[in-house]
């Protein structure tokens, strides 16, 4: 089929296919999704594919789906995250306006799953698709089972709201539980340094706020310093009591230069006592992975490959995304996809047309000249 197919005629494919996605309760959590529903769709639009869909069990399923000998795997994501009490409409049932599109998961992600799909209808060329439903949730058994396979692909190009551009680098994420142990007591006494739970793990947060401030300067493709939040603190009992335990929820994000582990073992030990229990809850790596060196030649590497696609190469940003597992397996890997990360996880989350019509009309581009 040639590249003149109208951008209008994928577009309204596009819309279609949107449709029936966003009517599918792939929320995530509660992830209860089967091999069936939006994978039997998903199956039934894909003629002419290889096929084939696996449970990996509590929810999580992939679909790869391959025509050819492509180069290129194109990857996205098909749950979403809850819908809030705030929504003004039916969450599963899109909306179309004169520039948007309105659906739980329209913008994050199943715009670009139903582009993809539109494309893969509109011609024949080679191509490579890899949906998942892993991706809004701390477990990540999708990609992990993938990459397992050992499939040769030049590139990985994973589909996230980017507005249209290439996303070469963007920070990691990593999430941990600590616990402070005191002696409980009176209050009315002298405390010591390591009597109050409480006064520990505030002496830790004022460590940690410290520390941060100290790397303030450090940079990475347009990325500085680094993220970090103490997102909850319980402990104690009463104000006349010595708090015997406190509970510390903390996360930080590190440019891809930076180690995590070190990170890891800082946070740990910045005072005395340290804490009794500390475990790391969740581990995202940074894109790109590896070493300074490493991270650095992935990043020109996949810049090229977007330069050669026609794909706009855009900033680092500081969400994570699941490219970066990619990358940590080896691939060359980048982000693209149609919508603005302002958008998702809003209430009437939304994707505007233009960047939906632009997507699809690039992905079709790409494929139908043989380069995917």
């Known amino acids: 089929m040639s590249a003149a197919l109208g951008s209008s005629t994928l577009l309204d494919a596009t819309l279609q296919h949107l449709r029936a996605l966003v009517s599918f309760d792939t929320r995530n959590p509660p992830r209860s999704i089967g091999t069936g529903g939006i994978f039997d769709y998903l199956r039934e639009q894909l003629p002419g594919f290889d096929v084939q869909v696996t449970d990996q069990g509590a929810g999580a399923v992939t679909l790869y789906a391959v025509r050819g000998k492509p180069k290129y795997l194109f990857n996205v994501h098909l749950d ?9 409409r039916d969450p599963h049932v899109l909306e179309v306006t004169a520039d948007r599109a309105i659906g739980l998961g329209a913008c994050d992600i199943k715009g670009a799953a139903a582009a993809l799909v539109a494309v893969a209808n509109a011609c024949d060329g080679d191509l490579a698709l890899l949906f998942s439903t892993d991706e809004e949730a701390n477990d990540p058994r999708c990609i992990a089972a993938f990459l397992k396979q050992g499939h040769p692909y030049e590139a990985v190009i994973v589909a996230e709201p980017t507005r249209g551009e290439a996303v070469l680098a963007h920070r990691g994420i990593h999430s941990v539980q600590m616990r402070f142990s005191g002696q409980a007591g009176h209050a009315s006494g002298e405390i010591k340094a390591t009597d109050s739970a409480v006064h520990q793990a505030i002496r830790w947060g004022a460590a940690a706020l410290d520390h941060v401030d100290s790397l303030a300067h450090e940079r990475f493709g347009g990325l500085t310093g680094l993220r970090f939040n103490i997102g909850r603190v319980e402990g104690g009992i009463k ?16 440019l891809p230069s930076m180690d995590p582990d070190q990170l890891l073992e800082t946070f740990r030990s910045l005072v005395e006592p340290v804490p009794i229990s500390y475990e790391e809850l969740f581990r995202g790596m940074s894109l790109p992975a590896g070493d300074v060196p490493n991270a650095e030649a992935r990043r020109l590497a996949a810049r090229d490959i977007a330069d050669e696609l026609g794909i706009p190469v855009g900033n680092a940003v500081n969400f994570w995304t699941e490219a970066a ?32 019509q632009q997507y699809a009309q690039t992905i079709y581009e790409i494929v139908n000249r043989g380069s995917a």
């Open 239 to 254: 104000a006349n009591m010595i708090a015997p335990t406190a509970d510390v929820r903390f996360g930080f994000r590190p």
């Open 80 to 88: 979403t995250v809850p819908d809030s009490p705030h929504w003004t």
């Open 325 to 356: 597992l990619f990358s940590e397996g080896g691939y060359v890997s980048f982000v693209y996809g149609p919508g603005d990360i302002a958008q998702a996880h809003t209430a009437d989350e939304w994707v505007a047309l233009d960047q939906l």
